[in-house]
């Protein structure tokens, strides 16, 4: 029962999160007045403020002071492009990096298992800003194989402007979504690594291997298994940080997507589109720590057990 | 009668930590780089071949200039011009010098706060540990480059119109970066404060009278430092590219003092004409930078971790 009462309180201190940080804002009296000022408008900070969270609470952020347009319309517009870049990301770092993790602590010693790990630990080291350019650099400019900013053609369908039905679009969507993706895929695998060599450990694996099952359903039926429970926790996670890292990825090769929105609204102060930003992204982290920790809830049986025992 | 005690030099070389440095290649080597880009870039007034902000000694007719090895390239420029004829290696050192310094001042800071907090809530318990974990809690769930891009973008928007000069920015870049990380230090030095102030010595200067603030700097602070000091080498290198990030997105100093991050921002501007090595130089010395430092960090919390010996 304390679970679901840590849920609902990290969920009212989450939303609440961009609330506090506008509070922040009317510090003291002069600042107050300055920042109105400087946006050229007449009310108070809290009459606004107070006129924010009864708008927020309809989904209605007000206008963009930049471009003149209605904020949720705007993040609406936008809120396509990042999804698709952010879940194709993460499709990628756990495709890929799973697998890579698995491998590395399959063939410990291996020489591509060590080239392995010194690549992630030079990407840990490697700003995402960096690798895009980088990916830009050889990709785009010296081989000229793919376009380098921008969407390409993207086709409506209800609403939703994607970009996955066009070829074009696929091959816009392939370096900004391998930037985004490599960072979180040498997280995945270093982790999927530790686990699985800690799990090969484990007593059961001994038995597993002493009634004569073959390596196959040893690595795969057994430790495989028991290793992705934290890893599906953890990626979870990760997706929140791909949602945020998007920033910059989409910054580097102009994705038209909220986060370049809120990069350009951060560089002329459109505070009305931050703050929609903000409790959007806080609205997503929720929800993911939400799902995770359901997530969790369902996929180890152990927790399940504690409940029904009388829990916490 | 004193006894006789070896002197600070003579314990430090007769040391563990010093036996695990000299043991460890990799350690040897990442110290020598970050010495060898410290003194680069602290010195860059003395080594810097030219002076790249001074307008009367920089001409437009060297502006792009290749690397002295390409064809194209003159040796007074090693590492090639950029659009305003300003020395790519001269500007390199000066900007590894600010990007160094945005990141010791905000680790610096950030640890100076995260500790006082996590000091003052272990110690004191109550109504303040719990607000002060809650806040932690919130913060520790969004990412830390999140945090420091809003807390940046709203302090520039508070900051009164006219006042945006070079130094303020770079002030409320490494208040952003500080305010983005605190949560670290502070966790850790709470879980040791709650250790530590059930212990015998502690209870034994309350008796006697010691005040509560004397008890939480000279006899808890001094036995929970060891992690800090790790946590706080490993996020120099995060706090370095954090500001790179930032100053890369256009919103971290300002392009009248560039950082490495400004520098591959400029560049980026260049890619499609060819002009690769506005960004590679930049980019390398970023990495390298980082690197070295994470590997040192690696090293230290190895070398400091009782549980690896």
Redesign the interface.
Known sequence: MGFVALVAFALF??VG?PVL?ML??DATPE?RV??TQ??GLDKPFYVQFGHFVANAIQGEFGVSLRQGQKVSSLLAEKLPATLELALTAAAIALLVGVPMGVYTALRRRGVLSNLLLALS??G???????IG??L??LFA?LLGWLP?YGRGDTVMVGGWSTGMLTVDGWQHLILPAITLALFQMTLVMRLVRSEMLEVLRADYIKFARARGLGDRAIHFGHALRNTLVPVITIAGLQL??II??A??TE??FQWPGMGLLF?QS??V?D?PV?AAY?CL?SLI?VTI?LIVDLLYFAVDPRLRIERSAGGH | MKPDRPSALARFVDSDLWWSYRHTPVAIVASIVTVLMVIGSFGAPVLAPHQPFDLASISLNDALLPPAWVEGGQLTYPLGTDDQGRDVLSTLLYGSRISLLVGLASVLLAMVLGVTLGLLSGYLGGRLDAFIM?VA??QL???A??IA??I???A???L??GSHNDWMAIGVLVGSIALANWVQYARTVRGSTLIERNKEYVQAARVIGVRPIAIMLRHVLPNSLGPVLVIATINI?QAI?TE??LS????GVPPTSPSLGTM?NNG?NF??S?E?WL?IFP?AA??LL??SV?LLGDWLRDALNPRLQ
């Open positions: 201190r989450y999160d940080s922040g804002q600042q300055q920042v400087a946006l630990l030079v840990v080291s490697l700003p995402t800003f960096l350019i980088l830009i650099l400019v380098s929140g940080g945020a890292f920033i910059v910054s580097v990069i951060v560089q102060a505070i931050m903000l992204i982290f720590n | 809650r809690d919130v769930s969004f990412p480059i999140l891009l809003l940046d973008g709203v520039r928007t508070l009164p119109q290198a590219l790179a990030t890369f997105l256009g919103v591959i980026n890619l499609y060819g690769w960004v980019g970023l990495v980082c690197m994470n």
